[in-house]
């Protein structure tokens, strides 16, 4: 059997057959960038339906990223899943606390999952990063009430939690209030994958 082997051959080739798929979407083309390795990652164009990205998204992520900003996830998969060879370059880094020791004991503590103390954790350092959340909607719930009553303005939310229990709404929430620009999915797709894809999408418009 004949089959391609190398990386960016299967990779231009998996984006020539994604194009059809967006045709009808009348997208630019950077948002045509992001909805491809969306759903590059996740393998499901119906992804193309369920994409938003907030119209300020990609410029404000980009301009955040030239300013070498620190991205923090909510699991160690999305940490993972990001360049972060690439985000070096470019003056960040990620960060996850989600396994940290004192983050583990003030969310037993509180009585909150792992992934809101690690938010509030973060704190202020929020502040002109961005904020990838793939799998926790705790995160994203957090990461709003953050901003709405503690001033916390992140340059991006990608929040994409996958799920069952509280996934689609934290992102209709996200959806319909947040005052900072976000790209996410709605309802109950979404996850690790989702979430690095969408950071990678924009950190690649600014080269690889």
Same mark, same amino acid.
């Given at each position: 059997?004949?089959?391609?082997?190398?990386?960016?051959a299967i990779e231009t080739r998996s984006?020539?057959?994604? $194009?059809?798929?967006?045709?009808?979407?009348?997208?630019?083309?950077?948002?045509?960038?992001?909805y491809s390795r969306i759903i590059h990652a996740a393998g499901d164009p119906d992804y193309a339906n369920i994409i938003r990205i907030h119209p300020d998204a990609i410029a404000s992520g980009l301009a955040a990223l030239k300013a070498g900003c620190n991205i923090f996830c909510d699991v160690e998969m999305v940490r993972t899943g990001i360049n972060k060879r690439r985000l070096a370059?470019?003056?960040?880094?990620?960060?996850?606390?989600? $396994?940290?020791?004192?983050? $583990?004991k003030e969310a037993k503590a509180a009585g909150i999952t792992r992934s809101m103390a690690a938010m509030r954790k973060f704190g202020t350092k929020l502040n002109g990063s961005i904020v990838a959340i793939g799998n926790a909607p705790t995160a994203l719930f957090e990461v709003l009430k953050m901003i709405k009553e503690d001033g916390?303005?992140?340059a991006l939310i990608v929040g994409v939690p996958v799920g069952f229990v509280g996934a689609a709404e934290s992102k209709e929430l996200l959806n319909t209030t947040s005052p900072v620009p976000f790209i996410t999915v709605l309802g109950n797709k979404g996850g690790s994958p989702i979430a690095a894809a969408s950071v990678n999408a924009v950190m690649y418009m600014l080269g690889r």
């Open positions: 059997m004949e089959y391609i082997k190398d990386p960016m984006m020539e057959i994604i $194009a059809p798929y967006l045709a009808g979407f009348n997208l630019d083309e950077q948002a045509v960038k992001v370059e470019l003056g960040g880094q990620a960060y996850c606390l989600v $396994a940290d020791e004192t983050v $583990a916390i303005k992140p």
